[in-house]
């Protein structure tokens, strides 16, 4: 167990652990950009699988508290910006970031604030002895994609999704050649993310999932030409689609 999510990436490229899991895309917050920094700065991580999973957050807090009485919610950022309907009801609520939702409620449950909350699953309410004051905060169809990752490449014959990072030249049409490369060797796109390089110029590093597996002649030819055209990229992984 570790606090923070780049304590997930130095155990996973340090060899502590076999394997790590981390928050990459929520379907109503958009994407955790900390953790794409992270798959730079940890160059031996490798995209193993991943994992759709729906996320319901509710409003906990210790035994007496009423919705009226609460003044401060702890939570994740990410988990306030997925209630955000929640704090237009209630403006005069105060959001406080924590590290992640579990820690926020095993916090709220050594501490015994009064007149404080957190948004956490209800599994951790349950674990913590919290009681939950309101359940399904976030929308229905609230759902989080999460990466497996490991530090040795593993590719199979039914690693049908690859994730790639690349920089591309700073020239008139840059990107639209190199997206239109995947599309003329038949491949598609299912999402593209960019993240600054934080050299100060204003650079961007770029991440797309594409259709496709390795061994494909098609995938050969789009990255042979990325090659070719002098594109730094970097393969994150070729795994299985979430089933």
């Known amino acids: 167990f570790v606090e923070h999510f780049q304590d997930v990436a130095e155990a996973v490229q340090s ?5 790590g899991i981390l928050p990459m895309d929520n379907s109503t917050y ?42 401060k919610v702890y939570s994740h950022p990410q988990a306030l910006s997925q209630c955000r309907d929640f704090f237009s009801l209630h403006p005069d609520i105060e959001q406080i970031p924590s590290v992640n939702t579990a820690i926020a409620a095993k916090e709220l449950s050594e501490s015994g604030e009064r007149e404080a909350a957190v948004l956490c699953s209800r599994e951790a ?43 591309i030249p700073d020239n008139v049409g840059s990107l639209y050649q190199i997206l239109g490369n995947f599309m003329f060797n038949g491949l598609s796109l299912s999402m ?52």
């Open 15 to 19: 060899g502590k652990a076999d394997y």
């Open 192 to 243: 593209i993310q960019s993240r600054p390089v934080g050299d100060g110029a204003f650079t961007y590093r770029f991440f797309i999932d594409v259709s496709g597996n390795l061994s494909d002649s098609r995938v050969g030819n789009a990255l042979s030409t990325l090659k070719e055209e002098g594109v730094d990229f970097r393969i994150l992984g070729n795994y299985p689609k979430e089933n």
């Open 125 to 167: 309410a349950e674990h913590y002895g919290l009681r939950i004051l309101q359940d399904k905060l976030s929308k229905e169809e609230n759902a989080t994609r999460f990466f497996v990752f490991g530090n040795e490449k593993i590719y199979t014959e039914d690693s049908y999704k690859l994730s790639i990072s690349l920089t």
């Open 30 to 71: 958009g994407m955790v950009q900390d953790n794409y920094d992270l798959l730079n700065r940890y160059p031996k991580m490798v995209v193993l699988g991943e994992i759709h999973y729906p996320v319901s957050h509710c409003l906990c807090s210790i035994v007496g508290e009423e919705v009226e009485s609460i003044k």
